[in-house]
């Protein structure tokens, strides 16, 4: 008796449940879209990569000339770079700090 009284008073699904072959493209999609999405990370990835090198290689042309002309950039790091680059740093992560 319990058990039909259960039963009766269920709410009926009305939809249907998906077939193998449906829930296989699906999958199939979505490696499709996760497959799509990890060459385009990595395709620009490099292309960050290769702009960077140029970048570096024509900031190593101007070092080269700045120490021609006797204004060479070699001075080692003080206490107060550190602190700078370190305030830097915290002001612009600061806004993650915020969600924890």
Do not use: C, K, N
């Not at 385009?40 to 190593?60: E, G, K």
């Not at 080269?64 to 790091?77: E, F, I, V």
């Amino acid at each position: 008796m319990r058990a039909d009284g259960t039963t009766g008073s269920t709410p009926r699904f009305p939809g249907e449940v998906r077939s193998a072959p449906t829930v296989a493209a699906l999958l199939g999609r979505d490696r499709l879209l996760i497959s799509a999405a990890l060459v385009l990370v990595t395709a620009l990835a490099w292309a960050y990569l290769v702009r960077f090198d140029r970048q570096m290689s024509a900031s190593m042309e101007h070092d080269t000339m700045m120490a021609a002309m006797g204004m060479s950039m070699d001075a080692p790091w003080t206490v107060a770079d550190g602190f700078f680059t370190f305030a830097m740093a915290f002001q612009i992560d600061r806004g993650s700090y915020d969600t924890l």
